[in-house]
């Protein structure tokens, strides 16, 4: 069958997915719903066979009905003909742990001190307990998942942070290699992977979320890398919660940096979208993860669901 790469002008005007985005299936009629899927045939088209890396984390984990959301919304993802790619943290999980352990839990520059304990917890929690949570959720909505770490088949190679004589078994990722996510996205399934990596010699570290997800997207060639947050956006003026921007080039973003417009927590996440840019990911969005569906919002919406970065 022949698809055509355009929606056909003489289809009548629809409503717009993100109008009814609070909607529930009860509420849109089976008229409403089939304009939907029309709407967003073009999108589907678009980035059919591409491949998406989600990092997932923020409000988006903590909330059961958040969770599910995004869990619906990759699963629809990867039948609809995208390969998604799954990076997660865990640090409510973290800190439950570390609590029921008695082990305190310090942050310096918003990053985890991480003593060879409380790294021990870490992989604990992020590969056996939140990593394989998340595969079966996606198995049960009926997608299939791999769970894997950082260190699975070298997947990811770790180095100590520059400030390791501060923060402990903190990490960077010293490089990638995709070897084992290509037949895993050529069958359709979906990798899912814990941000903790090894070094060469054997010793793991804890790796920020973020940062694994920009270096898996720009190793992968990925289309589009998404990170979940807490925030709306990229704002024009932090206090004002409408002044998202909605659409930004590089140039654009580290001006607003150098300005002081961007600051605090989201300057790592723009430096990790910059960076996977610079590597050939074509686009880098960092979307409210509060927002119900707000990946699908996204990907199959001309509105987005919060800022998208261009290289």
């Known amino acids: 069958m022949f698809c055509p790469t355009k929606p056909s002008p003489i289809l ?43 990092k997932y984390g923020g409000a988006a984990m903590k909330s059961a009905e958040l969770q599910g959301s995004v869990i619906k ?4 993802l990867s039948c609809v003909g995208l390969r998604p790619v799954f990076v997660h943290g865990g640090g409510p999980a ?17 990053l985890r ?17 939140v990593n394989k949570r998340l595969v079966s959720l996606i198995n049960s909505s009926g997608a299939t998942a ?29 490089s990638v290699d995709p070897t084992i996510l290509r037949p895993l996205l050529s069958n359709r399934l979906i990798p899912v992977i814990a941000s903790v990596a090894s070094d060469p010699s054997g010793q793991s570290y804890n790796i920020n979320a973020d940062t694994v997800a920009g ?6 060639g990925a289309e589009k890398l998404i990170l ?40 790592p996440k723009v430096n990790c979208c910059v960076r996977a840019l610079a590597q050939g ?20 919406t001309d509105e987005g669901a919060g800022t998208m970065i261009r290289g």
């Open 12 to 54: 009548p005007k629809i409503p717009k997915l993100s109008s009814i985005r609070s909607s529930s299936a009860g509420g849109v009629s089976s008229g409403g719903r089939v304009d939907v899927l029309v709407e967003a045939l073009p999108f589907i088209q678009k980035f059919h066979g591409k491949t998406v890396v989600v």
């Open 281 to 300: 990911v074509r686009t880098a969005s960092i979307i409210d993860g509060r927002v119900p569906h707000s990946l699908l919002l996204e990907i199959l």
């Open 113 to 129: 001190v991480t003593d060879p304990s409380t790294m021990e917890v870490v992989e604990m929690v992020l590969v056996g307990n």
């Open 146 to 174: 791999v769970g894997l770490s950082g260190s699975d088949a070298r997947l990811l190679t770790a180095r100590p942070s520059p400030n390791s004589h501060h923060l402990g078994l903190v990490g960077e990722v010293a």
């Open 228 to 267: 979940l947050t807490d925030v709306a956006g990229i704002l024009a003026d932090v206090d004002d919660a409408g002044s998202l921007v909605r659409e930004i080039d590089i140039k654009g973003v580290k001006r607003m940096v150098a300005e002081g417009a961007v600051a605090g927590g989201m300057i």
């Open 215 to 220: 270096e898996v997207a720009a190793a992968l």
């Open 94 to 110: 973290i800190n439950s742990w570390l609590s029921r352990l008695n082990i305190p839990s310090t942050f310096l520059d918003g």
């Open 73 to 76: 919304d990759l699963v629809l």
